[in-house]
């Protein structure tokens, strides 16, 4: 059944988490939050099963606040703005509130999206081009979240992006993280020195951020009790961090909640920057299944 936006299915409603609006759903398949700041899915819980994401019971609920965890969207750039450090990390998006374009119910999926496009504090931001973006959540018994973008401005525009993923464990220190087994990496927190691959999967012994390039696969999250499968498409880049006792205690957000979580993201970062003509449009998305 589908709905216009104005009139949603009866398993989506408005509601109101701290100072901050969001979609609830109750799916056949899956409970689910989407924040509009952001358009940031904080949780999402299969019929049956355990939450799957992680996120700070200690974040801020405010406008213009990020929030820690779910799936935060990176955009229009990843990390730290490579020109002006007074930028926001991570972009403008995550912090910007979005749209409520529609919802409807699809089987046993349910479908929410909103959008985003340049406005007057944008187009005088570190990265002030005309765009439009729509972000499709699609909650069911896979979570996937897709960030569509297309340049609605008469130059050439460079994107870097990520749907940045918080993905709860048991323990991260017993936690694996295969598939990217012989990928080389930049490791961020020794300053991006080029680290060869490795043949043995992704483990935490302290704080690891890592930026595998030129990665298109699908990551398998193992904390002993479950496995999760992080798909991806249009995505060339997989970000792989979690901060461990320092820095997780540095973050009031995280605290000594950092083994808790792990952050598997499909990206586009570094020389794996989506470059977009005038008119031109790109897609990143990403899935989350629980394999048992
Ligand atoms: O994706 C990893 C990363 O870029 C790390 O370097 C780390 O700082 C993290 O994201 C969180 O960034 P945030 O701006 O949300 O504190």
């Given at each position: 059944m589908s709905a216009p936006a104005g009139t949603l299915p009866p398993s989506v409603s408005h509601a109101v988490e701290g100072a901050l609006p969001v979609i609830r759903v109750a799916g056949p398949a899956a409970d689910a939050v989407v924040h509009l700041q952001g358009a940031q899915v904080t949780s999402w819980t299969p019929r049956g099963g355990a939450p799957v994401l992680w996120c700070s019971d200690r974040t801020r609920l405010e406008p213009g606040a990020a929030v820690r965890g779910g799936v935060p969207l990176c955009f229009p750039w990843f990390g730290a703005h490579p020109t002006d450090p007074s930028a926001p990390s991570h972009g403008f998006a995550r912090v910007s509130t979005w749209?409520?374009?529609?919802?409807?119910?699809?089987?046993d999926e349910v479908v929410v999206r909103l959008g985003l496009s340049d406005d007057g504090a944008t187009r005088v931001s570190a990265w002030p081009h005309r765009f439009s973006a729509v972000c499709t959540v699609t909650v069911g018994r896979q979570l996937t979240v897709a960030l569509a973008v297309t340049n609605e401005d008469d130059v050439d525009v460079e994107v870097t992006q990520a749907l940045h993923t918080y993905?709860?464990?048991?323990?991260?220190?017993?936690?694996?993280?295969?598939?990217?087994?012989?990928?080389?990496?930049?490791?961020?927190?020794?300053?991006?020195?080029?680290?060869?691959?490795?043949?043995?999967?992704?483990?935490?012994?302290?704080?690891?951020?890592?930026?595998?390039?030129?990665?298109?696969?699908?990551?398998?999250v193992d904390d002993g009790t479950r496995r999760l499968l992080v798909g991806k498409a249009g995505s060339a880049t997989t970000v792989v961090w979690n901060p461990g006792p320092e820095r997780g205690a540095a973050l009031g957000d995280v605290g000594a909640a950092w083994p808790g979580f792990v952050c598997v993201e499909a990206a586009n970062a570094g020389p794996d920057t989506v470059r977009l003509a005038p008119g031109r449009s790109h897609e990143l998305s990403t899935t989350v299944a629980v394999e048992r």
């Amino acid at each position: 059944m589908s709905a216009p936006a104005g009139t949603l299915p009866p398993s989506v409603s408005h509601a109101v988490e701290g100072a901050l609006p969001v979609i609830r759903v109750a799916g056949p398949a899956a409970d689910a939050v989407v924040h509009l700041q952001g358009a940031q899915v904080t949780s999402w819980t299969p019929r049956g099963g355990a939450p799957v994401l992680w996120c700070s019971d200690r974040t801020r609920l405010e406008p213009g606040a990020a929030v820690r965890g779910g799936v935060p969207l990176c955009f229009p750039w990843f990390g730290a703005h490579p020109t002006d450090p007074s930028a926001p990390s991570h972009g403008f998006a995550r912090v910007s509130t979005w749209q409520l374009l529609g919802a409807e119910e699809a089987g046993d999926e349910v479908v929410v999206r909103l959008g985003l496009s340049d406005d007057g504090a944008t187009r005088v931001s570190a990265w002030p081009h005309r765009f439009s973006a729509v972000c499709t959540v699609t909650v069911g018994r896979q979570l996937t979240v897709a960030l569509a973008v297309t340049n609605e401005d008469d130059v050439d525009v460079e994107v870097t992006q990520a749907l940045h993923t918080y993905l709860a464990v048991r323990d991260v220190r017993t936690t694996s993280v295969t598939g990217l087994e012989g990928v080389p990496y930049r490791d961020k927190p020794s300053g991006g020195t080029e680290m060869p691959g490795s043949a043995d999967p992704v483990r935490f012994d302290g704080e690891t951020d890592r930026v595998y390039l030129g990665t298109t696969g699908t990551t398998v999250v193992d904390d002993g009790t479950r496995r999760l499968l992080v798909g991806k498409a249009g995505s060339a880049t997989t970000v792989v961090w979690n901060p461990g006792p320092e820095r997780g205690a540095a973050l009031g957000d995280v605290g000594a909640a950092w083994p808790g979580f792990v952050c598997v993201e499909a990206a586009n970062a570094g020389p794996d920057t989506v470059r977009l003509a005038p008119g031109r449009s790109h897609e990143l998305s990403t899935t989350v299944a629980v394999e048992r």
